[in-house]
């Protein structure tokens, strides 16, 4: 409990502090700030969306791995880890170098929401892929063969018997996506074109420290904390939900 206090209890503490230094009224008009509103909503809009996709894409990734042998697979499943082990500013260095002004592939990007969403896709790839695969190799297949012999397609097998199963490893893995992507900083600072209309709550934050306001930076910081929290709750409280359904 002393290791984890020194690492993460108190320095959030100290923030959450810091961010109320003017009191319940400041820290109002820090959260409430137009800029601050704005790069909030761009936050949570765009992290809601890359979950979303997140959760569709990384099922879809993670049934090809497992059911669908191919030349290249083992390939395939060490490149999906490739964001976990980059750093993420040179994740947002690559798509400024592939999707920016000088677009090798014709596609630019560089200043729009849909920039940010690709970048936070890029760094959230792996999270619903590494819930939903191990559950899908664990998965028993005699349910599914038996639903195909009652004449089942394969589509009401996939959603009637397979999915129920695979749901809350999705929505694990896309509420991992979700809180990565709010707190995202390296791989939406150059794709970003460093524009207001683009800013991130994390790049917002790191604004107000460079021109020395603190207490706006640590408000900012406290209610990206409070949504990060509440969805590692709702996490929590799915899985135990799972667990006494068994």
Not at 149 to 176: D, E, K, M, N, Y
Not at 218 to 236: P, W
Request: glycine content about 8%; aromatic content about 8%; some cysteine.
């Amino acid at each position: 409990m002393l290791w984890l206090s020194l690492l993460v209890l108190i320095p959030l503490a100290a923030v959450v502090a810091r961010g109320f230094t003017g009191g319940w009224s400041g820290f109002w008009n820090n959260i409430t700030d137009p800029s601050a509103v704005r790069a909030l909503r761009l936050t949570v809009t765009s992290s809601l969306l890359v979950a979303v996709i997140n959760a569709v894409m990384g099922t879809l990734l993670a049934w090809v791995l497992v059911r669908d042998p191919f030349p290249g697979r083992r390939l395939v499943n060490l490149i999906i880890d490739i964001p976990f082990a980059l750093p993420t500013i040179v994740a947002g260095l690559v798509l400024l170098a592939v999707y920016g002004t000088n677009s090798p592939v014709g596609i630019h990007l560089l200043g729009t929401q849909r920039a940010i969403v690709l970048g936070l896709l890029f760094v959230t790839l792996p999270f619903v892929v590494r819930s939903v695969q191990p559950v899908l190799m664990a998965l028993d297949t005699d349910a599914e063969q038996a639903a195909a012999c009652l004449g089942a397609s394969p589509w009401t097998t996939f959603r009637r018997v397979v999915l129920p199963l695979l749901l809350p490893a999705i929505a694990s893995g896309a509420a991992l996506a979700f809180a990565r992507a709010m707190g995202e900083y390296g791989s939406v600072l150059l794709i970003s074109g460093g524009l207001s209309r683009t800013r991130v709550s994390s790049m917002f934050a790191y604004q107000k420290i460079e021109n020395f306001d603190f207490a706006a930076a640590a408000a900012t910081a406290t209610v990206l904390l409070a949504v990060s929290l509440l969805v590692i709750i709702g996490l929590d409280l799915l899985q135990r939900a799972a667990a006494r359904r068994g």
